[in-house]
């Protein structure tokens, strides 16, 4: 069966500090990979996706990259944080990026910035 | 564009009733529809989802949601809700774009 991964769980981070969030899949390849920022526990944002390694696709221009060095790794990063970036950070993977297919989210990051 | 309307910021409800929680849809083209559940501090779960065919549509722990194309809606249901059963539930919908839109979520509350 399929698994994944985040980590950490939990990040406390000063302002103007760097990030770096990790997200894995086990038990499918070359999965579609996708991370969301919840803000205020309610609303998802999707940050970036990508459909194979080295591709990353931006939905919303801010202060985080994504980079996918492995099929199965997908990794958020941050050179210098903001109190804005602080939300809880989920992953998602799916089968096919087509309509059709149901996302899977791992256990999700929750990062402050202080 | 798509989009999916929850609202309901909250429904509270007796255990052993039944439940609804709401969601009406828009998009053009045909509407992949599906319904997710977040407990606190977790990441989402896939409850079930509606592509084509059957209206009615069963998924996981004995929920069910109906699509009504007329009314664009896509309601969420359980004959006899379970305390166990409260958390955040958000309606999210794909249509010719391929990315999930997410309703803003609706707290389902059971009480014993």
């Known amino acids: 069966s399929q698994t994944i991964h985040q980590w950490p769980a939990t990040l406390v981070q000063p302002v103007g500090s760097p990030l770096s969030l990790e997200c894995t899949v086990e038990?499918?390849?070359?999965?579609?990979l996708y991370w969301y920022r919840q803000a205020a526990g309610r609303g998802l944002q999707l940050l970036f996706y990508?459909?194979?390694?080295?591709?990353i696709s931006s939905e919303v221009p801010q202060n985080l990259s994504a980079s996918r060095p492995q099929d199965r790794q997908f990794i958020l990063s941050s050179k210098k944080l903001l109190l804005s970036d602080s939300g809880f950070y989920l992953c998602?993977?799916?089968?096919?990026?087509?309509?059709?297919?149901?996302?899977?989210f791992g256990p999700g990051t929750r990062l402050t910035v202080t | 564009a798509q989009s999916v309307a929850q609202p309901e910021d909250q429904v509270n409800v007796a255990e052993g009733n039944p439940l609804t929680v709401k969601c009406t849809y828009s998009v053009s083209g045909n509407p992949y529809l599906f319904w997710y559940v977040q407990y606190p501090n977790r990441g989402l779960q896939f409850l079930l989802k509606?592509?084509?065919?059957?209206?009615l549509v069963k998924g996981s722990y004995g929920f069910e949601a109906e699509f009504n194309k007329s009314q664009t809606s896509f309601h969420l249901k359980k004959p006899s809700a379970l305390v166990s059963d409260s958390a955040l539930y958000f309606c999210a919908i794909t249509g010719t774009a391929s990315k999930l839109t997410f309703g803003t979520g609706t707290r389902l509350q059971v009480t014993l």
């Open positions: 509606y592509i084509t065919g059957d209206n």
């Open positions: 990508s459909v194979g390694i080295g591709q």
């Open positions: 998602a993977w799916s089968v096919g990026l087509a309509g059709t297919y149901e996302q899977y």
């Open positions: 038990g499918t390849s070359n999965p579609n």
